[in-house]
């Protein structure tokens, strides 16, 4: 049998494997599109700022991906516990939206904020929270259907106090029961997710319950038919 430490180590480097596969991908891409550019054969200013805004969108993943890998390492991807401030929610949930902006128009799915206008507020780290709502965003984008949209909804929940981020959308391949419980484990990705992209790092979801749970907050996930699927962020306003 497998003893605890090979089996740790086995986990090592497949999430290693893994974690390079999905940061080497889209920096083939961005290189691709500088060659493209620096020898003119993208024509039209439109379509040269379209391939520019791709490549920044491919780049801030790989950040993102570099953070899940920081924040895995060191506990908290480099951010001071007490670097805390205000964030303004629909602000963070639309700059978190906009680097998805150029892959969602491929697949035709928006990400759309139902209200923009009610500036609600919390105490927290920007940084944790963006990287939070970009690996949703990025799973929604990666394994969302084709043409239906992505909406987000904040309020602050007057009976616990307490702000609601939820985020629902359609997935192209429903999630399967069984893996419910364990979306949010290390290293584990559901059936629906390998239909859709063969490899990947296991690290996203796991790390946005870590964040939440650590800023004092809970994170959940419902499944319901046709492949619909809800994330319910909870955040103290004060943590």
């Given at each position: 049998?497998?003893?605890?430490?090979?089996?740790?180590?086995?986990?090592d480097l497949t999430l290693l494997a893994n974690f390079v596969h999905q940061v080497v991908n889209p920096l083939n891409g961005v290189a691709g599109t500088l060659d493209n550019l620096a020898e003119g054969t993208v024509e039209?200013?439109?379509?040269?700022?379209?391939?520019?805004?791709?490549?920044?969108?491919?780049?801030e993943q790989c950040i993102t991906l570099i953070r899940n890998l920081a924040f895995l390492a060191q506990g908290r991807g480099g951010v001071a516990d007490d670097d805390r401030r205000k964030i303004v929610l629909p602000q963070v949930i639309?700059?978190?939206?906009?680097?998805?902006?150029?892959?969602?128009?491929?697949?035709?799915?928006?990400i759309n904020l139902l209200d923009r206008s009610t500036q609600n507020t919390i105490t927290g780290h920007p940084e944790l929270i963006r990287q939070v709502l970009m690996n949703i965003f990025d799973n929604f984008i990666k394994y969302?259907?084709?043409?239906?949209?992505?909406?987000?909804?904040?309020?602050i929940q007057?009976?616990?106090g307490m702000a609601l981020i939820e985020i629902k959308g359609i997935s192209a391949h429903p999630?399967?029961?069984?893996?419910?419980g364990k979306i949010g484990t290390l290293g584990f990705r559901g059936k629906n997710a390998k239909k859709v992209v063969a490899s990947g790092s296991g690290l996203g979801m796991y790390i946005c319950k870590k964040i939440i749970e650590e800023q004092?907050?809970?994170?959940?996930?419902?499944?319901?038919?046709?492949?619909?699927?809800?994330?319910?962020?909870?955040?103290p306003l004060q943590s």
């Open positions: 049998m497998i003893n605890e430490v090979e089996q740790e180590k086995n986990l039209g200013e439109e379509r040269r700022l379209q391939r520019l805004n791709a490549a920044r969108a491919q780049l639309i700059e978190s939206a906009m680097i998805f902006q150029e892959d969602g128009k491929t697949k035709k799915i928006e969302g259907k084709i043409g239906h949209p992505v909406e987000v909804d904040q309020r007057k009976s616990s999630i399967d029961q069984e893996d419910l004092g907050g809970s994170l959940h996930m419902e499944v319901g038919v046709q492949g619909k699927v809800l994330f319910v962020i909870k955040l």
